[in-house]
């Protein structure tokens, strides 16, 4: 897992750009979910107790959702219109928890994805990205991303399917990015590293996922 001041710049780990997504996107206050979420007192987690000052692993906290406030749409950023693909929808259902595995509220997470054609923007421009957005987390550490399945670069040998994360809290950063395994949730999870691979269930049409980000450091 890599931790990083808040002030240094976001990097896109799989090296890859298509629609020219490399550099620093930043999408403009008006693209972004409301970042106000209200804090209150954090639920009780289900903890690993900590005897040390970094606990090796947390216990998963019990189902949940988010409060309406911590749920985001990434919405496209930096000017572009909407991605002319259609996905099949995506809601995912995370938790985020301290080194001490209690929960991270109010913690900032930005994150982005490519379209249902695997391309942050349009392919001849320099532009990004189609699904951007901030959200904070609520008291319990919990948001809700509600968005499109993202499909896999259109090039040879791309990586998986993937949604780029920046979590911010008490002044540090952690970038991890999700992809879509087929492997049961764990019960116990270890502090989250560059890649956090979670399950996906068809829902209706679309599909959904719950993820849990363990912070450290």
């Keep these: 897992?890599?931790?990083?001041?808040?002030?240094?710049?976001?990097?896109?780990?799989?090296?890859?750009?298509?629609?020219?997504?490399?550099?620093?996107?930043?999408?403009?206050?008006?693209?972004?979910?409301?970042?106000?979420?209200?804090?209150t007192a954090p639920a009780t987690s289900a903890a690993v107790p900590a005897t040390s000052a970094l606990p090796v692993s947390c216990a998963a906290p019990a189902a949940g959702t988010a409060a309406p406030a911590s749920a985001l749409v990434?919405?496209?950023?930096?000017?572009?219109?909407?991605?002319?693909?259609?996905?099949?929808?995506?809601?995912?259902?995370?938790?985020?928890?301290?080194?001490?595995?209690?929960?991270?509220?109010?913690?900032m997470t930005h994150l982005w994805h490519a379209d249902a054609r695997g391309l942050y923007g349009p392919s001849d421009g320099q532009q990004c990205c189609y699904y951007d957005g901030n959200v904070r987390a609520d008291g319990a550490g919990r948001f809700r991303l509600e968005t499109i399945r993202p499909a896999q670069y259109p090039v040879p040998n791309a990586p998986p399917a993937h949604i780029h994360l920046e979590i911010s809290y008490q002044g540090r950063t952690l970038e991890t990015e999700v992809i879509f395994g087929?492997?049961?949730?764990?019960?116990?999870?270890?502090?989250?590293?560059?890649?956090?691979?979670?399950?996906l269930r068809r829902d209706g049409d679309g599909w959904r996922g719950e993820a849990l980000f363990v912070l450290a450091g």
């Design 74 to 107: 990434p919405a496209p950023s930096n000017g572009l219109a909407p991605s002319p693909a259609t996905g099949e929808p995506l809601v995912i259902e995370a938790v985020i928890l301290d080194r001490r595995c209690a929960p991270a509220a109010g913690a």
């Design 1 to 39: 897992m890599r931790w990083r001041s808040v002030a240094a710049a976001a990097m896109f780990g799989t090296g890859v750009v298509l629609g020219a997504c490399g550099g620093e996107p930043r999408p403009p206050a008006s693209a972004t979910a409301p970042v106000t979420a209200p804090i």
């Design 182 to 199: 087929d492997q049961a949730p764990a019960s116990i999870a270890p502090p989250t590293s560059h890649v956090l691979s979670i399950p």
